[in-house]
């Protein structure tokens, strides 16, 4: 086996990146599927 050459820790800020960038997709969702809720009770 071969030795470890180095080891690569991931960037933090990368990651608060990525989650805050997840968080918005999912209060846009959220905002949507209510709108939808909202032409669907309407629509009869």
């Given at each position: 086996m071969s030795g470890v050459d180095r080891i690569l820790e991931p960037s933090?800020?990368?990651?608060?990146i990525y989650h805050q960038a997840k968080y918005q997709v999912f209060l846009k969702l959220q905002t949507d599927q209510l709108a939808y809720?909202?032409?669907m009770c309407h629509s009869y």
């Open positions: 933090e800020d990368v990651v608060a809720r909202d032409m």
